[in-house]
């Protein structure tokens, strides 16, 4: 199978982070993301699960905070896979999920707290990493 090595626009290549297969099957397992984030704090995905579950208890300082960290832990780890700061990063490559979901996390809580041009600045970011990501998690 060939792989899409650059998208059609002439824009940069897709980035596809590294699968960390250990804290994923953990999380996916059911083991509690505190402790998954205690074990792999680099990992997007349990930062992710805890803003998601802090969210939707109403502790919106606490979703935002756990949002930021996954965000800035996915940022790092985009840039040493080689993005430039823009550029896709495609839903459908399951280990880009958890940046996904907390940039989406982010946007949420500080909609929430009122932080309107965080907001909209994470949604663009968002939607312009991956629309697919955007209506997925929108919905």
Known sequence: MTRMTQNLL????PTELPDNTEARE???GGV???EVAARHPDYPG??????DRAFAKGSVIDSYAFARTGYHRGLDQLRRAGWKGHGPIPWEHEAN???LRALHALSR???AIGEEDE???CRAFLRDSSATAADALSA
């Open 119 to 121: 907001a909209e600045r």
């Open 10 to 13: 002439g824009g940069p290549p």
């Open 32 to 34: 509690d993301p505190f």
């Open 109 to 111: 809580a500080a909609a």
């Open 97 to 99: 999920r958890g940046f």
């Open 26 to 28: 953990a999380l996916d």
């Open 46 to 51: 349990a930062w992710a699960e805890l803003a």
